[in-house]
């Protein structure tokens, strides 16, 4: 599933999905769900999630300040605090889309 069109639209990233479906997701869900090393920690080959201590966030780090396609796969934004480390394949994006928690 691929979008066509993603636009930020106030404090929502708006999703437009190849077959007609729409996805609107709060950027604080967006970047508090980043895939990186970074947020989310890294599993080794026995299964042992290796993660730094939790920080907190600043406001800017809810500021979407540009978005970037990534091959055909994935989109990568850029937020206020600088962090930019996260590829949301389009498959991530739409489970994020459609979970209803935070």
């Not at 691929?2 to 007609?20: F, H, Y």
């Not at 090393?37 to 809810?62: H, Q, R, S, T, W």
Request: aromatic share 8%; proline share 7%; net charge neutral.
């Amino acid at each position: 599933m691929r979008p066509t069109d993603i636009q930020p639209i106030g404090e929502e990233l708006a999703i437009k999905w190849e077959d007609g479906s729409e996805s609107f997701v709060r950027l604080e869900k967006l970047r508090r769900h980043c895939p990186c090393a970074g947020c989310k920690g890294e599993v080794d080959i026995m299964g042992n999630l290796y993660k730094g201590p939790e920080k907190p966030l600043p406001a800017a780090a809810f500021q979407l300040m540009r978005i970037a396609n990534v091959g055909s796969y994935a989109v990568q934004p850029v937020w206020g605090d600088g962090h930019a480390t996260g590829l949301y394949s389009f498959e991530y994006l739409k489970r994020i889309g459609e979970r209803l928690d935070k």
